[in-house]
C-alpha cells in the first residue's frame, strides 16, 4: 500500500482514502480508540499518574508522526504499545536519577464510590501488584489487563516467548501468595 492511502474496513466494503484529513481520520480511527489502555498500561509501568499522561501523549505524537509506516490491516494496539513501551524505557531511565519519583500511586486516586470492604481489597491488590518487580509487572498488566496474548507481548517486548510465559506465570504466582497472605485469594480464580 503506498504512502498516503488509508483503508477504512467496514462491515461490508473497503473505503480507501487520500490526503492529510483523511489521514487525521484513519488515525482517529485507529489509534484514539486505544488511549484508555495506552494510560493503563502507563500507570501502571511509571506508577505516576502525570508521568503516565506524558507518556501516553507522546507516544498518540510519535504514532501520528509515523502512522505513514503503519501497515494498515494489522493490530493497531500492539503498535501503539510498543511504541509506547520503547519511550517508558527512555522514561524510565531519566527518572532513575530521581528516586522521588518512584512512589506509588497516589491512593486518593482509587474510586472512592466503591463501599468499604471493595476499596481495601483494589487498594492490597494494587499494592501486590506495585510490589512486582517491573518486568512481571509489565507482563501481566499487558496480558491481564489489556488482553494481549503471550505472542503479541513478546513481539511489542521483543523478547522470547518462553520469556514471556516464564514471566507471566512468575507474576501470577507471586501475586497469589502475596493476596493469599491477605486472605483475597479463594481457590484458583484470582489469577
Same mark, same amino acid.
Given at each position: 500500500?503506498?504512502?498516503?492511502?488509508?483503508?477504512?474496513?467496514?462491515?461490508?466494503?473497503?473505503?480507501?482514502?487520500?490526503?492529510?484529513?483523511?489521514?487525521?481520520?484513519?488515525?482517529?480511527?485507529?489509534?484514539?480508540?486505544?488511549? @484508555? %489502555?495506552?494510560?493503563?498500561?502507563?500507570?501502571?509501568?511509571?506508577?505516576?499518574?502525570?508521568?503516565? *499522561?506524558? !507518556?501516553? $501523549? &507522546?507516544?498518540?505524537?510519535?504514532?501520528?508522526?509515523?502512522?505513514?509506516?503503519?501497515?494498515?490491516?494489522?493490530?493497531?494496539?500492539?503498535?501503539?504499545?510498543?511504541?509506547?513501551?520503547?519511550?517508558?524505557?527512555?522514561?524510565?531511565?531519566?527518572?532513575?536519577?530521581?528516586?522521588?519519583?518512584?512512589?506509588?500511586?497516589?491512593?486518593?486516586?482509587?474510586?472512592? @464510590? %466503591?463501599?468499604?470492604?471493595?476499596?481495601?481489597?483494589?487498594?492490597?491488590?494494587?499494592?501486590?501488584? *506495585?510490589? !512486582?518487580? $517491573? &518486568?512481571?509487572?509489565?507482563?501481566?498488566?499487558?496480558?491481564?489487563?489489556?488482553?494481549?496474548?503471550?505472542?503479541?507481548?513478546?513481539?511489542?517486548?521483543?523478547?522470547?516467548?518462553?520469556?514471556?510465559?516464564?514471566?507471566?506465570?512468575?507474576?501470577?504466582?507471586?501475586?497469589?501468595?502475596?493476596?493469599?497472605?491477605?486472605?483475597?485469594?479463594?481457590?484458583?480464580?484470582?489469577?
Amino acid at each position: 500500500m503506498g504512502a498516503g492511502v488509508y483503508r477504512f474496513v467496514m462491515i461490508d466494503y473497503t473505503v480507501e482514502m487520500v490526503g492529510h484529513d483523511l489521514r487525521e481520520r484513519a488515525f482517529e480511527h485507529e489509534a484514539m480508540p486505544h488511549t @484508555a %489502555s495506552l494510560l493503563r498500561a502507563a500507570i501502571s509501568i511509571t506508577r505516576d499518574s502525570a508521568v503516565a *499522561e506524558d !507518556l501516553v $501523549q &507522546e507516544t498518540l505524537l510519535r504514532a501520528w508522526r509515523f502512522f505513514d509506516r503503519f501497515d494498515q490491516g494489522t493490530n493497531c494496539k500492539a503498535w501503539l504499545f510498543r511504541i509506547m513501551l520503547n519511550l517508558s524505557t527512555r522514561v524510565r531511565e531519566k527518572r532513575t536519577a530521581d528516586s522521588s519519583s518512584l512512589l506509588p500511586l497516589d491512593e486518593t486516586q482509587a474510586d472512592h @464510590a %466503591s463501599t468499604g470492604g471493595d476499596y481495601l481489597q483494589q487498594l492490597l491488590i494494587r499494592r501486590a501488584f *506495585e510490589a !512486582l518487580p $517491573q &518486568e512481571q509487572r509489565s507482563v501481566l498488566h499487558l496480558a491481564i489487563v489489556d488482553g494481549f496474548t503471550c505472542k503479541e507481548i513478546a513481539e511489542m517486548l521483543s523478547l522470547p516467548i518462553g520469556t514471556v510465559m516464564s514471566r507471566l506465570s512468575r507474576g501470577r504466582v507471586s501475586l497469589r501468595d502475596h493476596l493469599v497472605g491477605q486472605e483475597l485469594v479463594r481457590g484458583k480464580g484470582m489469577c
